[in-house]
């Protein structure tokens, strides 16, 4: 089976740009998480959706918005972006709206200039 | 809301030996335990995880510790191998809430 897929693997934008991030979950799986990871640090949760449905948020701006279809796969859109918007961003996938047995994509790499 | 420590930072030791890393969270509400371990551009690999109604877990090398009463768990690694190496992070939750994580140990396996 595949694992989770992120797109794109690396993206640089300039502040004030928006940007859209793509992730498709384990097949079989209907909850999606995103994380930001700045470098050095541990995974930080933005979002979970399951079914379609947001479940839970972190503490983001709103400048940070998500959004999951109904084949499962998610998108993560942010405006207006700042310098500090630069790092990692994790897509997870699992079964349950439980946070049980997370499985993490590779990554889009986003640096903000 | 939840806070994970984590030590140490940084983490060398012989190919052979035992490698341990603790953590701490500050929500005794909490109920689930994973481990995760990243590679240099990979994102975290699950290795391993714990639930709240169980104190030790094992698999092959690798084993968790868990100790509710002082809300600390640890990640035990026996007979290191050179592909241990990598960033190890725990993390903390419960029921449908977020994951919250340590702020990682890179572990160095030196031959």
């Known amino acids: 089976d595949a694992g989770v897929t992120q797109s794109p693997t690396h993206l640089i934008k300039t502040r004030g740009q928006q940007v859209t991030l793509r992730c498709s979950p384990i097949?079989?799986?209907?909850?999606v998480s995103w994380y930001q990871q700045v470098l050095g640090q541990g995974p930080q949760f933005i979002f979970q959706?399951?079914?379609?449905?947001?479940?839970g948020r972190g503490n983001f701006p709103d400048r940070f918005s998500a959004r999951q279809f109904p084949n499962y796969s998610s998108e993560l859109n942010v405006n207006a972006l700042l310098l500090g918007d630069s790092a990692l961003y994790l897509c997870?996938?699992?079964?349950?709206?439980?946070?049980?047995?997370?499985?993490f994509g590779p990554g889009t790499r986003l640096t903000v200039t | 809301g939840e806070n994970v420590e984590q030590h140490p930072s940084t983490l060398s030791v012989q190919e052979g030996d035992s490698a341990v890393i603790k953590c701490t969270y500050s929500?005794?509400?909490?109920?689930?335990f994973p481990w995760y371990k990243q590679e240099l551009g990979k994102g975290p690999q699950l290795i391993i995880d714990?639930?709240?109604?169980?104190g030790e877990k094992k698999d092959q090398r690798i084993a968790v510790t868990l100790n509710k009463t002082a809300k600390h768990f640890s990640l035990h690694i026996t007979e290191t191998q050179p592909e241990d190496s990598a960033v190890y992070f725990c993390?903390?939750?419960?029921?449908?809430?977020?994951?919250?994580f340590g702020t990682g140990t890179r572990l160095t396996i030196i031959p």
């Open positions: 997870a996938s699992s079964t349950l709206v439980q946070v049980r047995e997370q499985y």
């Open positions: 097949s079989g799986h209907k909850s």
């Open positions: 959706y399951y079914e379609k449905e947001e479940r």
């Open positions: 929500d005794s509400a909490s109920n689930y």
């Open positions: 714990i639930r709240s109604n169980v």
């Open positions: 993390a903390a939750s419960f029921g449908n809430e977020k994951l919250t």
